[in-house]
């Protein structure tokens, strides 16, 4: 079955604190794309960033990056240097066979000033 | 600009009174979705529509219905068959899906939706 598991509920972090967000999913399809989308306080979705099962390249952005490693079926989020701006809802998510997106619950992040 | 449009932001209605959330987007894409988030919880998939004129029931349609008569416009009617409808709506695009692609989904900024 699949299924992403963000075991983490909530963090809490002191501003510019690093912080590494953790996901595991579960698939049996060999191509499959994982997906991580921030919410803000606002609700609306941002997309931040696509990642397919060949590719196992650690991708850095800015002061995120992603750490994607198909032996652990994990793929976790950094934010270095944490803002308060980057309080926030972070989900992680799985496109499955069927091109839908398996969503995990989501980890709420504080970043206290 | 490009985008998704959901309006609007608060709803509130009466319970046994069904209730249209509109969704229109403008990024020419194939794919239509409407998600239900509660507090506190992940996106759970009510329906989605891959072209005009179809669309196929998701994790937890009973009590919804939506519509896709224009390929901008996925409207989904809340009805009072659905116990417990208060909740955080979502609706999402994307290019359709298959042929390899990603298909990464842009969400419209949501409908709070609260019966009394």
């Known amino acids: 079955a699949q299924k992403v598991t963000q075991a983490q509920t909530e963090i809490s972090v002191v501003e510019k604190e690093d912080v590494t967000l953790d996901c595991v999913y579960e698939t049996r399809d060999t191509t499959y794309y994982l997906f991580w989308y921030k919410q803000p306080p606002s609700g609306e979705l941002v997309f931040l960033i696509r990642r397919n099962s060949f590719d196992e390249q650690n991708e850095i952005s800015g002061r995120y990056s992603w750490n994607f490693q198909k032996s652990t079926s994990s793929f976790n989020f950094t934010i270095t240097a944490s803002q308060v701006v980057d309080s926030a809802v972070y989900f992680c998510?799985?496109?499955?066979?069927?091109?839908?997106?398996?969503w995990g619950a989501g980890t709420k992040l504080i970043i206290k000033p | 600009d490009g985008g998704i449009t959901q309006s609007p932001k608060y709803l509130f209605r009466k319970e046994g009174q069904n209730v249209t959330l509109s969704c229109e987007q403008n990024l020419n894409h194939d794919a239509m979705y409407w998600y239900r988030q509660d507090p506190g919880q992940g996106l759970r998939l009510i329906y989605y529509s891959q072209i005009v004129n179809d669309f196929q029931k998701g994790d937890i349609a009973e009590g919804y219905s939506v519509s896709r008569e224009k390929k901008e416009s996925f409207p989904l009617t809340v009805t009072s068959a659905q116990k417990n409808p208060t909740a955080f709506y979502l609706c999402a695009s994307s290019f359709q899906s298959g042929g390899g692609a990603s298909n990464e989904q842009f969400f419209g900024p949501g409908t709070l939706l609260t019966v009394l």
């Open positions: 998510a799985l496109r499955d066979s069927n091109y839908q997106l398996i």
